[in-house]
C-alpha cells in the first residue's frame, strides 16, 4: 500500500484531532470512562494530554505532528527539547515510536519544509524518521499553557526552589547568595558546563526572574523593567536587545546583573518533568525523557 506524504497526516490531523475545537470528543471510550485501551495511538496520547492537562485548543499553534501518523499505534514515548537525529536513534532504541519535543525539529518555528529549498538535511532527517516510523508532535504552546507552565516549573524544581515558587509568575525569591555562588549553583543543578553573565560575582542577589528558552528582549526587558530583579535569568536573547540592555543598565547606575543559561539546558528540565508528569496518566506504555543536550562545544 503506498504510503500517504507527511503533510496529508498532518493536515487531515489538525482537521480531525487534537487540535481542534471538538478535539475531546474524539478521545477513545475508554479514556473518557477513567480506563485505558491496552494500546494508544498518537492521536489517543495528544487528547489524552489536552484532557489531563485541562488545555483549550488553541487557534494557529504550531503544536502539530511533525512526522508519522496520527493514528499509528504508540510502542512507547520519548520526551525531549529537540527531536535531534542522535534522540531519534535513541528512540529507536528504547522501542519508542513517538517523541514529544518542546521545539521545531525542521529548523523554523513551522516546521515548514521548504522553509529553505532543496535541505539535504531536512530530507536526511526526515529519511531518518521514516526508517524508524517514528512520530513526532511538538508540544510547544500547550507546554507553556499547563498550570503551573511546565517549562518555568521543570526549571524551578530542578533548581530546589519550588518552596519560593508561589505565584507561578518569572518573580521568585530566594535565601540571599551571591551572584557567584548562584553561577554556580545553577551549573550544578542543571547540568551545565558553561555559562554567560554580566554582573559582579561578589554581589548580593536573592529576586530572581526566571524565563527559561527565548522569550524574546522585548518580553524579558519588560520583566526587568516591572519586577526589578536582582538577577535575570534567560535561556537566550538577541544581543542586541537583553544583553546590551543589562550591559547599558549596569554603567547606568543599575545593580541588576544578567545569566544567560543556553537555549536547550534552560528549558529541558521541564520536558524531564512533562515526562514524569505524563508516565502515571498512562497504563501499559513507556515514557522515558532524553535530553538533547548542549548543542555547544567550548574553545
Request: aromatic share 8%; charged share 25%; glycine share 8%.
Amino acid at each position: 500500500m503506498t504510503r500517504q506524504p507527511d503533510f496529508i497526516h498532518r493536515r487531515r490531523f489538525l482537521g480531525q484531532a487534537a487540535l481542534t475545537a471538538g478535539a475531546f470528543t474524539l478521545l477513545a471510550p475508554e479514556i473518557l470512562s477513567g480506563g485505558a485501551p491496552k494500546v494508544y495511538t498518537v492521536r489517543q496520547i495528544i487528547d489524552l494530554v489536552l484532557k489531563e492537562g485541562n488545555l483549550k485548543p488553541i487557534p494557529d499553534t504550531v503544536d502539530t505532528i511533525k512526522s508519522g501518523s496520527p493514528d499509528q499505534s504508540v510502542t512507547g514515548i520519548v520526551t525531549t527539547m529537540f527531536a535531534t537525529a542522535s534522540v531519534i536513534e535513541q528512540a529507536a532504541k528504547l522501542k519508542a515510536n513517538f517523541i514529544i519535543a518542546h521545539e521545531p525539529t525542521f529548523y523554523n518555528h513551522r516546521d515548514d519544509p521548504e522553509w529553505v529549498k532543496g535541505n539535504e538535511i531536512v530530507k536526511k532527517k526526515r529519511a531518518l524518521l521514516e526508517k524508524h516510523q517514528i512520530a513526532v508532535w511538538r508540544f510547544h504552546d500547550y507546554c507553556h499553557s499547563l498550570k503551573p507552565d511546565a517549562i518555568r516549573y521543570g526549571v524551578v524544581r530542578k533548581a530546589g526552589w519550588t518552596q519560593y515558587y508561589k505565584n507561578e509568575t518569572a518573580a521568585l525569591t530566594i535565601p540571599a547568595t551571591t551572584l557567584g555562588e548562584l553561577v554556580k549553583h545553577l551549573k550544578t543543578k542543571l547540568g551545565i558546563q558553561k555559562l554567560r553573565f554580566i554582573g559582579d560575582l561578589n554581589q548580593p542577589c536573592s529576586k530572581l526572574a526566571i524565563m527559561p528558552g527565548a522569550a524574546g528582549g522585548q518580553r524579558q526587558v519588560s520583566v526587568a523593567e516591572t519586577e526589578k530583579p536582582d538577577v535575570l535569568i534567560v535561556g537566550e536573547t538577541p544581543e542586541w536587545e537583553g544583553v546590551e540592555y543589562a550591559r547599558d543598565g549596569r554603567l547606568l547606575g543599575s545593580k541588576m546583573a544578567l545569566i544567560v543559561l543556553g537555549h536547550a539546558v534552560s528549558e529541558e528540565p521541564g520536558m524531564e518533568y512533562f515526562a514524569e508528569w505524563l508516565q502515571p496518566k498512562i497504563s501499559g506504555i513507556k515514557v522515558t525523557h532524553v535530553a538533547s543536550g548542549d548543542p555547544f562545544q567550548w574553545g
